[in-house]
């Protein structure tokens, strides 16, 4: 596969602030790629240096063969970019949002025309260039957007939380464009805190403190957690959260609903150690079990583990 | 069973043409984590703000606390914590001094204070941070805080529009640890989110759609509700599978994440049906396990149920 982003030893300073911290990694043509971190992480820091907004101290960066300090300028051309809040004009026409991202990426002449209607068709809004934005409904405003954002047809696109407040069903029909996109070659990299659009990626990234700490697909993140979760019931379960949190042996411990998710290094000896701690809180275990994680439990015990 | 805590009937409220909330009528019990979740422009902001007396309903009535909201709408307001998703914070005062400002406001008795702010701080871990001003707190910690000023008083019942939103998933962990230690102390809570994965933390979730109740269960009855297998798939050419699968009358849905499928098959159809019918297309499946229904599986499939009794 060929390379559409190549990142080596990525490193950003303010001060002496490490913001993001010698951070390799390559991003394949067609891929979907997420993003995620804590507030913090160094995800937004990343993505400005990706997309020319922001200098790295050192290391460095290609798009789509360009240097992303280096051919600044011409980087422009060649990426596209949606965040959730949307720069789209809403007391502007659909036609004229259109043309006005035409007019900033220098698409002119039959090539605007040819756009504008694929955009129109791909957002289905084909008939209706003259409604104005702000009445279109949520998810047609967010596919006119990520047709604005391609429309000079850039090989990599950034994503920030792009599905954020979506209703499930303009989320898949958005995400059936991204793949239609990805599946034309188009790299699309994600930034997100959402679980429910990191499992649209092909390979996630997770950020931490500046450090890259896992990379790769989501089932092989999932299955790759090697430290036990378990689900425990008791009466008062955020009192029981308190009493565990701190036991050595116990990675991270959570609320799921009123039941309880504790991430321990071992099972065996956590079990007695558990139920020792909550007798001696007042508390009496219901039940416990041992569960499958999701994607969340394997994001937070990571970031936990890298000291989070 | 106790009284209610909130018994909304046919509550309804419009601005100007727009039915922002239509016709909603629920029971919460006291001791409740409700959650209200739909996608932006559902009706879960407005329902919480006429639960909280601040919006006047249109039609219809909440009896909240023992209190009309239509008739009464101040009258329980000191024992609500309404959290709206624009929540005042004091960008120049401390994390303490925001915290006690709010106690001040609500008569909090000065000697009860240490105590309550020391609970806060163990489940919200702002402890470390207590004298940084507000305004330089991240994203996450002022929701954490926003979320102690707003339950400093000991509110009978939280309303909390979107607390979870642009909030990353640790501090998201902390802040739903935070609802649910006053939820112990028998406090009933009203949630909104937008996200279904949040749904699965709520004793009940209310699903709303364009404003309409479209279903109200426990998440794993409604989880169990949709009596259709759903599957997981691995094929060789992914975006073929998914054509032939449109084509298919045993699939309701079929839906690519990442490099796997994700197949909601039709009430009836059996999965080794599918299977024949990829492989008889010439396409190689490498891996297929049953999946769990996910809620955002269930609330697709209400809305189109509503979608389809709509004449």
Redesign the interface.
């Known amino acids: 596969m060929n390379a559409a982003v190549s990142v080596r030893g990525l490193s950003k300073r303010f001060g002496a602030f490490v913001a993001v911290d010698r951070v390799s990694f390559e991003i394949g043509e067609g891929e ?1 790629f997420g993003f995620l ?4 992480a160094g995800k937004t820091t990343t993505i400005k240096m990706l997309t020319g907004l922001l200098d790295p101290t050192s290391g460095e960066a290609r798009i789509a063969g360009l240097d992303v300090v280096g051919d600044r300028w011409a980087l422009k051309s060649r990426i596209g970019y949606m965040s959730q809040l949307f720069s789209l004009y809403g007391d502007l026409t659909v036609a004229e949002n259109i043309d006005l991202f035409a007019g900033l990426y220098g698409v002119r002449g039959r090539r605007r025309e040819e756009r504008r209607a694929w955009i129109l068709e791909m957002a289905g809004l084909a008939g209706q260039a003259g409604r104005l934005t702000a009445e279109l ?2 998810g047609f405003k967010q596919r006119l957007a990520l047709g604005c954002a391609v429309i000079h047809g850039p090989p990599v696109l950034f994503l920030d939380e792009p599905t ?7 989320r ?1 029909s958005f ?2 464009l991204i ?1 239609e996109l990805s ?1 034309h070659g188009t790299t699309v990299i994600v930034s997100t ?4 659009e990191a ?5 996630l990234a997770l950020m931490n403190r500046g450090c890259l700490i896992a990379l790769d ?3 092989v993140l999932r299955a790759s957690m090697s430290e036990p979760l378990l689900e425990l019931r008791t009466e ?4 029981a ?2 009493a565990v949190r701190s036991l050595p042996g116990v990675t991270e411990a ?5 039941r309880l998710h504790v991430l321990v290094k071992d099972e065996e000896r956590a079990r007695p150690a558990l139920a020792e701690a909550l007798r001696a809180a007042g508390l009496e275990i219901r039940s416990i079990r041992r569960i499958e994680p999701a994607l ?1 439990d394997v ?2 015990a990571r ?1 936990r583990a890298a000291g ?1 | 069973m106790d009284k209610p805590a909130i018994s909304i009937r046919g509550l309804t409220r419009r601005f100007d043409d727009l039915v922002a909330v239509r016709d909603l009528s629920l029971d919460v019990a006291s001791g409740e984590l409700l959650g209200l979740v739909g996608p932006d422009g559902a009706g879960k902001t407005t329902t919480l703000r006429m639960l909280a007396g601040v919006l006047p309903p249109s039609e219809g009535d909440a009896i909240v606390l023992g209190q009309s909201i239509a008739t009464r709408p101040e009258a329980m307001k000191s024992d609500i914590a309404y959290m709206s998703q624009r929540f005042g914070l004091y960008q120049d005062l401390t994390v303490r001094e925001n915290i006690e400002f709010y106690a001040d406001l609500y008569a909090v008795p000065r000697v009860d204070l240490p105590d309550r702010i020391e609970r806060l701080y163990a489940f919200s871990r702002l402890g470390p941070f207590e004298r940084r001003l507000a305004g330089d707190l991240s994203g996450g910690m002022k929701q954490k805080l926003g979320l102690c000023c707003a339950l400093v008083h000991r509110p009978r019942l939280l309303l909390l529009d979107e607390p979870t939103f642009g909030v990353d998933p640790i501090s998201r962990r902390d802040l739903w640890l935070i609802i649910h230690e006053r939820i112990a102390g028998g406090t009933t809570a009203i949630v909104s989110t937008a996200y279904m994965e949040e749904a699965e933390r709520c004793d009940r979730v209310a699903f709303l759609h364009e404003g309409r109740l479209v279903g109200l269960d426990e998440p794993r009855a409604l989880q169990g509700s949709l009596g259709a297998d759903v599957v997981e798939l691995e094929v060789d050419r992914p975006r073929q599978a998914l054509v032939e699968l449109a084509r298919s009358p045993l699939v309701r849905s079929a839906t690519p994440f990442g490099d796997s499928l994700r197949l909601v098959l039709r009430r009836e159809a059996d999965w080794s049906a599918v299977r024949a019918a990829l492989e008889a297309a010439g396409l190689r499946i490498a891996r297929a396990d049953a999946a769990r229904p996910s809620l955002e599986d269930v609330f697709v499939e209400l809305v189109r149920r509503m979608d389809e009794a709509r004449p």
């Open positions: 979907v971190g804590p507030n913090g409904p949520l954020s407040g979506v209703d499930p069903i303009a898949r995400w059936d793949y599946g805190h959402y679980m429910e499992e649209y990626c092909h390979r697909r989501p089932a008062d379960p955020a009192r959260v308190e959570s609320m799921y609903g009123r969340e994001f937070v970031v989070g």
